[in-house]
């Protein structure tokens, strides 16, 4: 038998989540962003799944190509734009259109001679420091951008939220005030929040909103899971046992020996470990999902398995099904216990597990 170890795609809650945004940002158009497979779903199969979406965002061109290969003819959206002068024939023949953030690769459209127009996202730093031209300098940039004959005389303004998952904090509107103030008069469209300003921030959906994670029921929202929020998980990672044991009071439990029995209990061994992209910080006590019931994980998470309490569970047997997260149990769960993102989980299963869709 093959290693039990899958991830199930939920495509109808890929569909419902875009359908939550949609209630939730109803004026605004939405622009799916797949960068890093789909946050590790699978760019094409989350693309097809997400067609009713208004664009694609990605990170890499690679990733435009896919989905132009699979048929997609949707707006997409390169986020990070043109970084060498062969980008700008690629973004063309592909019909991407492009952000452009940097001097740089204002170099690079100038130089351009191409006949049909490039389409053009114009970011503004407003106070992440991470890209985005400043936002003092947005009317003279847009002002050669709107210049250049090969660039589209439509260019969206954009920003990107540093703090928006936190819904008390000043930062977001101090955000909103910087672009408005740095976009006033200047003709386009607008597009600032990802997932967590679609849900906390309604002032900044503007035309375009750009949900990542919340596509996929991940929260971003701190002490909130995905379907604290309404959103239903995209993916389910689970596996069986494959061993079931009893031990002795005293008796230490995987590498290092960090659990150690207080009293004889029955264990079970299920197949999964960080060479599937479970996280190996998650220690002793990360909930886990035996059959019907929520346990916990018992010890060190090693490459191919890790333990977990059986007191309580004497029906779990080998063969019982395993959830790491997804339906049952929230990623979010797993993810603070290993003191990180539900997003780095989801990006981070590995190339030897299989994906399922349904
Ligand atoms: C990743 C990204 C998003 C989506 O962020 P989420 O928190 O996943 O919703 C939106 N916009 C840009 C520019 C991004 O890089």
Known sequence: MSRATSATVHTDALRHNLQQIRRQA???????VVK???YGHGLERVARALQGADAFGVAALADA????AAGLSQRIVLLSGPDE???IGLLRRLQVDAVIHHPSQLELLAADSGQSPLRVWLKLDTGMHRLGFAAEDAGEVHARLRALPTVDPDIV???HFARSDEFDS????????RFDAATAGLAGEHSLSNSAGVLGWPQAHRHWVRPGGALYGLSAVEGRSGP???LEPAMTLSTRLISVKRIEAGAAVGYGGTFVAERPMRIGIAAIGYGDGYPRHAGSGTPVLVGDVITRSLGRVSMDLMAVDLDGLPEADVGTPVIAWGRGLAVERVAEAAGTLSYELACGITRRVRFIED
């Open 170 to 177: 000043p930062a977001t509107p101090e955000q909103i005030r």
């Open 228 to 230: 604290d929020l309404g």
């Open 157 to 159: 303004l954009m920003s």
């Open 65 to 68: 190509e896919r989905l132009r």
């Open 85 to 87: 002068p062969d980008d």
């Open 26 to 32: 109803p004026g605004s158009r939405v622009m799916a």
């Open 36 to 38: 890093a497979d789909g």
